[in-house]
């Protein structure tokens, strides 16, 4: 299995460009995230999908839209690039076990997207 | 917002010493609590997960929740270089959506 892929490792864009950050998992699991990660900071919860055509909004949502047609593919799209989104971009997929109880579902991280917008 | 904090470091500790990590959360309703390992300039990396009061050991790895005091922490015992990097904790906060703090970095001197 190759986990969690991304795709490109590195972007540079100009301000008021668009783009797409690509996402695939070969593991089937339901559950997928994309997180940005500020130089020095944690992650922050961009959105999620819990199945192919459910998503939902996280933390810091806004300039971001994402689709999710398949298992296996979750991508973001960047509208109208801005500096301030320039950051590190983690996509994460999960696979949910039994419920009723704490969930320590492991979140598997693909190698990052390093986006600078000038 | 329900926050996750930890101290940013960086947190010096000598080669075979005791790294003592701390995460607190305000969330008194969170249940499940993990540790990410990130070595600079590459994604995180479970470590271990926590959501019963007390302490949970996995190798040099130990784990402790104390939720009346909505504080988790992480304990490396024999640190070694390779333990060198940043340390986050993360709060299941429902519908399996994790928050993070900032993260601690730990560097280990041989």
């Known amino acids: 299995n190759a986990g969690v892929t991304q795709t490109p490792k590195f972007r540079i864009l100009k301000i008021g460009q668009s783009m797409t950050l690509q996402c695939t998992q070969d593991m089937n699991h339901n559950y997928m995230y994309w997180y940005r990660q500020d130089p020095g900071m944690g992650l922050k919860l961009i959105y999620y999908?819990?199945?192919?055509?459910?998503?939902d909004k996280g933390e810091v949502p806004n300039g971001y839209n994402v689709s999710r047609s398949t298992t296996e593919d979750f991508p973001l799209r960047l509208e109208l690039a801005a500096p301030s989104q320039t950051s590190v971009y983690f996509c994460?997929?999960?696979?949910?076990?039994?419920?009723?109880?704490?969930?320590?579902?492991?979140?598997?991280f693909g190698p990052g997207t390093r986006l600078t917008v000038l | 917002q329900k926050e996750v904090e930890q101290n940013s470091g960086p947190l010096s500790v000598p080669e075979g010493a005791i790294a003592s990590l701390n995460c607190t959360y305000s969330?008194?309703?969170?249940?499940?609590f993990f540790w990410y390992r990130q070595y600079s300039g590459k994604s995180p990396e479970l470590i271990m997960f926590i959501y019963s009061n007390g302490d949970k050991e996995d190798g040099r790895f130990t784990a402790q929740l104390n939720k009346a005091s909505q504080y988790v922490s992480l304990l490396i015992r024999d640190s070694q270089p390779s333990d060198s990097a940043t340390y986050l904790c993360?709060?299941?906060?429902?519908?399996?959506?994790?928050?993070f703090g900032q993260g601690t970095r730990l560097t280990i001197n041989p």
């Open positions: 999908s819990v199945g192919a055509g459910i998503t």
């Open positions: 969330d008194r309703g969170s249940q499940s």
């Open positions: 994460a997929s999960s696979y949910p076990r039994a419920s009723g109880r704490p969930s320590t579902d492991t979140q598997y």
């Open positions: 993360a709060v299941n906060q429902g519908a399996q959506k994790l928050v």
